[in-house]
């Protein structure tokens, strides 16, 4: 899942050689969405199936100004159903500030699941307009609504009305190579709509999270939009985020799965750690993230969601195969803190 993003051809300069261009501020500088302020320029994006309150408040820990939840179903909020309103909308009163993020392509629906949501205190709506997966597209949610402007700026206007709270775009650059159905719609929906920021992918949805993002494009629409651009993609380790941000003049970036496994990556990036950490502090992170997990939906489901976890913590160090095969096949929570503890002390325990 994680994407090293190689050098692009013709690059400016060396990653992180350049001279930071005159005046612009730091990563870890403060800076504000509509009247919300955020204490520094590094976020986490939204993450489907990942982004629960415990891995943003992980980010937060690791010093994220903000993080963004995965992508809530407004009909799923709306129609009241119980994972929706209850594990999804589950905020800690140490995120702050924090957005929940929706989707969909019904404008009544987004307006009532947007006071849904905000019932759950969050300080942002962010609303989904990139989605590339076709089980989304097809409802005309996600990418899709990049072929219906008109609709997109409804729906960011309903979840103002509906949440009474500034909102956010995370948008693509366009559908196809060569489109900018996204640049254009990013554009209206700040002025027509009055969206508070942008988050900005670009690239366009048949490249789904593959291939180099146009960070010129993100530095066109920054020089266009009078609101905060926060840029995404591409942001695979700290040296590429610092790249991106200089390369496409952002006012933030907005960190995915350069995330996962690392939440290091945004101490590097606002200056809070720079050695890299070792193999008990990654290990002592993961049992963390368990301990989260368990408290939130019962050892039987935690054991089973946190198979994906695992091999996002162990890439980061050395583990013998059978090790790791035993920890990513084994659903009880129990063993697999046994297994993660052997790792941790360097005494790996096999059945
Ligand atoms: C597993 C996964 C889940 C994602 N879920 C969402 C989501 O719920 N909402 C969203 O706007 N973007 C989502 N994205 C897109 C990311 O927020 C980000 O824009 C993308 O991964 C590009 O950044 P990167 O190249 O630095 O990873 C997801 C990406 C991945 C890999």
């Known amino acids: 899942m994680r994407e090293t993003v190689p050098e692009r051809p013709g690059s400016r300069q060396p990653p992180g050689t350049g001279p930071p261009d005159r005046g612009r501020p730091s990563l870890a500088d403060p800076f504000r969405i509509a009247d919300v302020e955020i204490p520094n320029r590094v976020l986490l994006a939204p993450l489907a199936g990942i982004g629960n309150w415990f891995v943003r408040l992980q980010a937060k820990r690791f010093g994220a100004g903000m993080a963004v939840s995965e992508m809530v179903s407004s009909f799923g909020l709306h129609y009241g159903n119980e994972r929706t309103t209850t594990e999804l909308m589950r905020i800690h009163p140490d995120e702050h500030p924090v957005a929940i993020q929706l989707f969909g392509q019904d404008p009544d629906v987004m307006r009532s699941a947007a006071e849904v949501a905000a019932r ?44 009474g709270l500034p ?33 900005f992918h670009p690239r366009v949805a048949k490249q789904g999270h ?43 970036v907005m960190i995915a799965r350069g995330s996962l496994g690392y939440p290091w990556v945004f101490a590097e990036l606002t200056g809070q750690q720079a050695e890299p950490p070792d193999r008990r502090e990654i290990m002592d992170e993961l049992l963390w993230v368990m301990d989260r997990a368990e408290e939130h939906i019962g050892p039987d489901r935690a054991g089973r969601y946190l ?6 913590y162990l890439d980061r160090i050395d583990v013998p195969k059978l090790v790791r095969n035993e920890l990513c096949q084994t659903a009880g929570i129990d063993r697999a803190r046994e297994i993660v503890a052997g790792i941790r002390d360097g005494e790996p325990v096999l059945a």
């Not at 775009?169 to 254009?184: A, C, E, H, T, W």
């Open 120 to 163: 759950s205190g969050p300080d942002l709506i962010d609303l989904n307009m990139g989605c590339p997966v076709p089980k989304v597209r097809k409802t005309g949610a996600g990418a899709e609504l990049l072929s219906d402007p008109e609709l997109a700026l409804d729906l960011a206007r309903a979840a103002a009305e509906g949440s």
């Open 167 to 199: 909102v956010t775009v995370k948008i693509r650059s366009g559908l196809m190579p060569g489109d900018r159905s996204g640049f254009d719609l990013a554009v209206r929906l700040v002025e027509e709509a009055g969206v508070a920021a942008i988050g």
């Open 210 to 252: 593959k291939g180099f993002p146009d960070y010129a494009m993100a530095r066109e629409l920054n020089e266009v939009i009078d609101v905060p651009m926060i840029i995404s993609g591409g942001l695979s380790t700290a040296e590429a985020s610092r790249r991106a941000y200089e390369e496409s003049g952002a006012d933030a």
């Open 307 to 312: 198979r994906k976890f695992y091999p996002w």
